[in-house]
């Protein structure tokens, strides 16, 4: 019961963008389990606020996107944060990042709220805002980063990163639903 305590506890403060929170979970390399908790429910509670568009399907499909979308985050926050744009006292690996990220989808829990008909775009909106903020200030606190700036470039460069890795894939596979 107290592990559970702790997990929603920190689930809640990851929420309230709690800076203490991300450092407490970049420390403790046993909440790598709990990161990979929030993202699945995350995920799980995106499929049920969109259960009318998304099906059953939908969210066994999305969790499992989530999943390996968080890793490679992770990875490319990682090498971004301590390669391109360090500052000198930089210094963390990729369960750091893993971990603190992983929370950081804790706003994405109101998502499950979109099942309401009519609050699907605006409560995605709002999480989506929400999670970012929540994904800045975990990098920042996974690096070290006395800048939150920085902390946004890494974001910034990232996502150009992921969404250039995207359009390499749909250029070799196709995009879903046409034919390679």
Known sequence: MEHTNLFFN??????????NLYEEVEA?????GQAAGVVVLSSIAAGIGAATT????GILLG?????????VWAYIAYLVGTKILP?????ADYGELLRTI??????GLIRVLGI???????VSMIASIWMIAAMVIAIRQALDYK???????VCIIGWIIQLLFIILLFAIFGSPGQPA
């Open 102 to 107: 992983g929370f950081s989808s804790s706003p």
């Open 147 to 153: 800048s939150t700036f920085r902390a946004v470039g």
């Open 54 to 57: 998304a099906g059953f399907n």
């Open 28 to 32: 403790d390399k046993g909440a790598l």
């Open 10 to 19: 920190r689930i809640i403060r990851a929420a309230k963008l709690d800076a």
């Open 116 to 122: 309401i008909p009519g609050l699907l775009w605006p």
């Open 87 to 91: 500052e000198p006292q930089t210094k």
């Open 63 to 71: 969790t499992l996107m989530a999943i390996i979308g968080w890793c």
